[in-house]
């Protein structure tokens, strides 16, 4: 009877501890959220949404030839048509086609592990370092093969720097609202919004103003953050996360409507996206994507 006992007391014992280990699981991966934001989701498109459900892959896994080292950060330039991404190895600006073919290289001088990229204005981009939490404002024309981060304006943030690594990942700019968007990796995962960089008016007076929202940050069911795009159509910010392998939605007020899934067998992929790190979009809103460490990738809005 006693070996009896003894052995219903270690399955009750593994069941349970079998059970605290899913819980920590589902809590670590954000499962619980993500599976209650999918069950809410309505069958059809709500209105003044980009509705990223309805976006399938249109080219995947193209090699970007001529760059070897890893890529990070992706920004689309309205003027010239292009997109910007940025290299932390050999630290360089690099300026790809539309369908992912080096245009140009432009090499980066005192940068220490530039992270994101975005466009801010005609010939003006801001560029993140990663660890020291530096934004850089940095100016090209068709000429320029080289930028010295002294040349440029310059705004050091010291926020919650306690995760070695874990610094400014993604940038996204609202052009109406002069709104700088900047993502913080994770540990913890946050989105801040810079109001008064860069200042592009020089004729009237500059103030810094940062401003968070961790109710939102708490509720964005995602690991980590890798990139942001700001939608000027629909005022709505898209976050990318390579390690959930996923690309939210989020309206004006910061709740969660869409998502595109980058795993094998979702929206029309073929394989999963291995390291999602930039995202871009354009004004018929096609999403450009990059993946480390040379892989390009874009989604359209299905027809219909």
């Known amino acids: 009877m006693g070996r009896l006992i003894s052995f219903k007391s270690l399955l009750v014992l593994l069941a349970l501890v079998t059970a605290l280990l899913l819980i920590l699981w589902g809590q670590e ?38 760059l070897d ?8 330039d309205p003027v010239r048509k292009s997109l910007f991404t940025v290299t932390n190895q050999n630290s360089r600006l690099v300026e790809l086609s539309l369908d992912g073919k080096v245009l140009r290289e432009i090499g980066l001088v005192g940068f220490g592990d530039p992270e994101a990229v975005e466009y801010v204005a005609p010939g003006v981009f801001v560029i993140a370092d990663e660890r020291p939490q530096r934004l850089v404002e940095v100016r090209i024309d068709d000429a320029t093969t080289q930028v010295d981060a002294a040349d440029g304006q310059q705004l050091s943030l010291g926020l919650e720097m ?14 109406a609202g002069q709104r ?28 810094i103003r940062i401003v968070d929202d961790r109710e939102r940050d708490a509720g964005l069911f995602v690991r980590d953050l890798s990139s942001l795009q700001y939608d000027a159509r ?22 969660p409507v869409s998502s595109l899934s980058l795993l ?3 929206q029309g992929l073929e394989k999963s996206v291995p390291q999602a790190e930039g995202i871009a979009m354009d004004e018929q809103g096609v999403i450009y994507m990059i993946s480390e460490p040379n892989l390009f990738y874009t989604f359209e809005k299905k027809a219909g």
């Open 29 to 66: 991966f954000r499962v619980f959220e993500r599976a209650w934001f999918n069950v809410r989701q309505p069958a059809e498109a709500p209105a003044s949404t980009l509705w990223l459900d309805d976006y399938r892959v249109t080219r995947e896994a193209r090699v970007i030839e001529g």
């Open 69 to 76: 080292d890893d890529v990070s950060a992706l920004a689309y």
């Open 162 to 175: 306690e995760a070695k690594n874990k610094g400014f990942e993604g940038l996204a700019y609202d052009l």
């Open 180 to 207: 700088l968007f900047i993502a913080k990796e994770r540990d913890p995962l946050r989105i801040y919004e810079v109001h008064g960089f860069p200042h592009l008016d020089s004729q009237s007076p500059s103030a």
């Open 234 to 255: 629909t005022g709505h910010l898209l976050a990318l996360s390579d390690d959930s392998r996923l690309l939210v939605e989020m309206d004006a007020k910061g709740e």
């Open 264 to 266: 094998g067998g979702q």
